[in-house]
């Protein structure tokens, strides 16, 4: 039994199966074959991926270091003290690791898999990575209810798609896994075509047995015969997967629906930009405003207005930000991610969002 992710409402329990852990397993080493005893880096809590990513490795005489800090500066020095080869970071430490001023102090040849995952990531704070680290990142797509690796983002794949001046398909998560199927569906449950967008579905042995005690949310998530991920995404022609947004993080300004990823990676290639969450915010106009909440990097400086002129620039006015406020420290749930439900209620209170 483990906990769903909870960043769109409630968390649930989620009932995994012997099966389910089999799946990921078989996954795994098909995807990412383990060439030598590995040195796995447990950085962030063990109950969700950091944890079951330790699983496929201990058969192959794996070692897992466990960090008693969330130092960023400990977590660089570890990779070389131990000659970790395998980690698993949320996007959001990636980032702090690439600002911290130590980023440059250590060796990290020995890493053979830095797995990312949990969110979308800045395609271009990827580039900065793969600089940083070498080919090793890896990105893996899943959720609580689908165990980690539905798709699979090689670092080959990573390799090819900046040798090939394909660099868009950085911000896809991959191709779908064997033993899994993946398909994006209509509202009505119509399989849609290669370049349509829809909600991402799956089926395949990584799916859970249901929700604890929670017959109707187990009902609406296998509606029509398939998991439902609540991810809205489209599959290109060559098969890469591109996650688009969350269904319910979608936001309708003046009648025009905007992804507030597409948003997020735009605001991210700022150099000034550490992270940041683009939300929906009540508006008598537009029913809602788009608004970024953006965490600056250590010492560096931006302001709001600089930040919409790069968004209408590269997305329109639609689009871009209409106000942008900043924060010391995104609220994020304990495995990393942003919690946007919690952005929110600031700027809902006393008002009922529609989606």
């Known amino acids: 039994m483990i906990s769903s992710g909870g960043t769109t409402g409630?968390?649930?329990?989620?009932?995994?199966?012997?099966?389910?852990?089999?799946?990921?397993?078989?996954?795994?080493?098909?995807?990412?074959?383990?060439?030598?005893?590995?040195?796995?880096?447990?950085?962030?809590?063990?109950?969700?991926?950091?944890g079951v990513s330790s699983f496929p490795l201990l058969p192959y005489?794996?070692?897992?270091?466990?960090?008693?800090?969330?130092?960023?500066?400990?977590?660089?020095?570890?990779?070389?003290?131990?000659?970790?080869?395998?980690?698993y970071m949320p996007p959001t430490l990636i980032y702090i690791l690439l600002a911290h001023p130590d980023i440059g102090k250590h060796d990290y040849s020995s890493l053979r898999r830095l797995i990312y995952a949990s969110a979308p990531m800045s395609v271009d704070k990827l580039v900065e990575a793969i600089k940083v680290f070498g080919p090793v990142l890896t990105q893996t797509y899943g959720q609580a209810e689908a165990c980690m690796i539905a798709t699979v983002f090689s670092r080959e794949d990573h390799v090819a798609a900046l040798e090939t001046n394909k660099r868009h398909r950085l911000a896809s998560c991959g191709r779908i896994s064997?033993?899994?199927?993946?398909?994006?569906?209509?509202?009505?449950?119509?399989?849609?075509?290669?370049?349509?967008?829809?909600?991402?579905?799956?089926?395949?042995?990584?799916?859970?047995?249901?929700?604890?005690?929670?017959?109707?949310?187990?009902?609406e998530a296998s509606a029509f015969g398939w998991h439902h991920t609540g991810?809205?995404?489209?599959?290109?022609?060559?098969?890469?997967?591109?996650?688009?947004?969350?269904?319910k993080d979608m936001i309708i300004s003046g009648g025009f629906n905007v992804f507030p990823s597409e948003v997020e990676q735009v605001l991210w290639s700022h150099p000034a930009v550490q992270d940041c969450a683009v939300i929906g915010v009540p508006d008598e106009k537009w029913g809602e405003a788009v608004k970024a909440v953006v965490e600056l990097k250590p010492g560096a400086k931006a302001n709001a207005d600089e930040l919409i002129a790069l968004a209408k620039d590269r997305l329109g006015g639609v689009k871009a930000p209409k106000t942008?406020?900043?924060?010391?420290?995104?609220?994020?749930?304990?495995?990393?991610?942003?919690?946007?439900?919690d952005l929110r209620a600031t700027y809902w209170a006393d008002r009922e969002r529609k989606i």
Request: aromatic letters at 6%; hydrophobic letters at 45%.
């Open 178 to 219: 064997p033993l899994m199927r993946l398909e994006v569906m209509s509202d009505d449950g119509r399989i849609l075509p290669r370049g349509e967008r829809g909600e991402i579905v799956l089926r395949g042995g990584l799916i859970m047995a249901g929700y604890y005690k929670n017959s109707q949310a187990t009902a």
């Open 324 to 341: 942008i406020d900043f924060t010391a420290a995104l609220p994020r749930s304990p495995v990393g991610k942003v919690l946007k439900k």
């Open 61 to 87: 005489g794996g070692t897992n270091i466990f960090m008693g800090t969330s130092d960023p500066g400990a977590i660089l020095a570890a990779i070389e003290t131990h000659k970790v080869t395998h980690v």
């Open 231 to 247: 991810d809205i995404g489209v599959i290109d022609e060559d098969g890469f997967v591109y996650i688009v947004d969350r269904k």
């Open 10 to 50: 409630r968390p649930k329990g989620v009932q995994i199966t012997n099966r389910v852990i089999e799946t990921m397993n078989a996954i795994f080493w098909a995807t990412m074959p383990i060439e030598a005893p590995p040195v796995h880096l447990m950085v962030a809590p063990m109950t969700h991926a950091a």
